[in-house]
């Protein structure tokens, strides 16, 4: 098993930035990668970040240039730098580890506004 706990979500005016954590626990060994995806009321859920073990990164294109995904050397906290936010940017926000021959972990979801 994996758990993983979000935090650092919250209000922030258009423009400015947010930063979330997300840390792991548990059975890290078997963790491939780790991402954040966001889901928007009445929308689907859909990846905003991602970082594998090795420190590959993945964005989606509506946050690229604004965004940063960052890991430690330990590989048990993930980190999303969102700068640059917009009101499209507002939705929850939910941590991801991608195991090996596992389902994925989730974590809780962590709210994110943007006020124009």
């Known amino acids: 098993q994996v758990q993983l706990v979000e935090s650092g979500g919250g209000l922030v005016q258009a423009g400015g930035s947010l930063r979330l954590s997300c840390v792991a626990s548990?059975?890290?060994?078997?963790?491939?990668?780790m991402g954040w995806y966001r889901q928007a009321p009445g929308k689907e859920r859909d990846m905003v970040a991602s970082?594998?073990?090795?420190?590959?990164?993945k964005y989606a294109d509506s946050v690229k240039g604004r965004f940063t995904i960052s890991r430690d050397n330990g590989k048990t906290t993930v980190a999303l730098q969102m700068d640059s936010l917009k009101p499209e940017d507002t939705a929850v926000y939910y941590c991801?580890?991608?195991?090996?021959?596992?389902?994925?972990?989730w974590g809780q979801g962590t709210q994110v506004t943007v006020s124009s």
């Open positions: 991801n580890a991608a195991r090996a021959g596992r389902p994925p972990a």
């Open positions: 548990g059975s890290i060994f078997s963790i491939i990668t």
């Open positions: 970082i594998t073990n090795i420190g590959t990164t």
